[in-house]
């Protein structure tokens, strides 16, 4: 059982692909993690060696943020700019889009879905 980063990887899947299951590490920091500790990336999970499980622990500990780190990090860094008040940070305030989206149609999934008190049905 690979256990990286407080995370348990799954077992059956490839190791470049079940490394993305930590916060923070995708596809293309998975496969150059890989390239560091020169693990195959066809490789499953259980066959991973204990110390390759050890190498590549040592790699992400010492040169990658992740998980929960990370995450206070990224609150952090929008809890600055509402604090500032620049414009991405009025857009977290109202919860609206930040990165220019159009919000007369569509923004369903930041803008929640408010419900308009129309006609009602004639009985």
């Known amino acids: 059982m690979a256990h990286i980063a407080g995370i348990e990887l799954p077992r059956d899947k490839r190791i470049i692909i079940g490394l993305t ?3 923070g590490i995708g596809k293309s920091f998975s496969r150059e993690i890989l390239k ?5 990336e066809d490789k499953k999970v259980k066959d991973l060696s204990t110390k390759d499980e050890k ?19 990224v609150a952090m860094d ?11 940070g009025i857009r977290h305030k109202k919860s609206m889009p930040v990165r220019g989206q159009r919000t007369h149609t569509n923004a369903r999934t930041r803008r929640g ?10 009985k």
Do not use: F, H, N, P
């Open 36 to 40: 560091k500790v020169k693990i195959d």
């Open 21 to 23: 299951y930590i916060y």
């Open 113 to 122: 879905r408010r419900r308009s008190t129309g006609a009602g049905k004639k």
């Open 55 to 73: 190498s590549i622990r040592e790699v992400i500990q010492d040169e990658y943020i992740v998980e929960g780190e990370l995450r206070t990090r």
């Open 78 to 88: 929008i809890k600055r700019l509402m604090e500032i008040g620049c414009y991405r």
